[in-house]
């Protein structure tokens, strides 16, 4: 089941927070056309990263082949850490990205002579999955993600989570260590990057882990909520309870903050110097035209067009670096 891009009963806080990452990332908006035309023109756009951004990025795609023909568009799946490594070899043109880049790649791309533009392109809400037979998880505290988590845990069976929940092994599923999501989760949920236990099935695919905790009674697993949304027939959500009550992530609570602390914005990184090329230009100004179009279609909530047109300046001008601190969160981005 696919959600609508409308955009009606979003809060006006959040409205007026995103208006400010268009302020931004550009002080005055610029604009292109808004979607591309067949020019005729021939090449190769190479785009890797998130499993997260995938399915966006795979819907624009698959529309502009369809203005664009005689352009060949690769969309590969390799983490966001993996993603970065390719694009700082100079192997890929564009880069999906679940979480900012951090120092260290930015290092890494500095000593290669290589820059980026960086791009908010959508929110997604980072959702905790159980298995359809799981009747008696009504919600998970962060505290209870945390003791499920965290290294040397000591939870091994759901009635370790909590006092009445069967006495059964409990099964973990998660995205890989070179995923931008396994960062985004072991930060906000253990405190650290990359802080977890070790002993859960860990895959870079999220079609993997839908697979894993649909077919596993006593599963449990994280990924963004587009996945969520493609599988509602095979997975049941879990509310979180982060400080205001147990809330699920929806387009309005991602959107609104209210789904705390695991909303996050995602991201795509362009070279510049790619941009040299007419048919990566003319990808890259028909991703930022479209995406917010699509962005609800396939689970992700759409930022707003003033948000988009800043991200097309900013390509168009090629503002490289990043606005964003390693450490950002969806509040420190919007100004909260």
Known sequence: MRLSANSQGIFVKMRNTLLFIGLFILAGCGGGSDDAADTGMSGKVRLDGSSTVFPISEAIAEEFLAVEPKIRVTVGVSGTGGGFKKFIANEIHINAASRVVKES???????????????????????????????????????????????????????????????EEIRLYGPGTDSGTFDYFTKTINGKEQASRPDFTASEDDNVLVQGISGDTYSLGYFGFAYYSENKDKLKIVPIEGGNGPIVPTVETINSGVYAPLSRPVFIYINPVALDDPAVATFAEFYLSNVGRLAGDVGYVPLPDSVYDAAKSRVAERITGSAYGENATLEKITGN
Do not use: C, H, Q
């Open 105 to 167: 790649e930015k290092e890494k791309a500095a000593e290669a002579g290589l820059e980026f533009i960086e791009l908010p392109v959508a929110f997604d809400g980072l959702s905790v999955m159980v298995n359809l037979e799981n009747d008696w998880v009504d919600y998970l505290t962060v505290a209870e993600l945390k003791a499920i988590w965290e290294p040397g845990s000591k939870v091994t069976t759901w009635a370790d989570v909590r006092e009445g929940w069967p006495a």
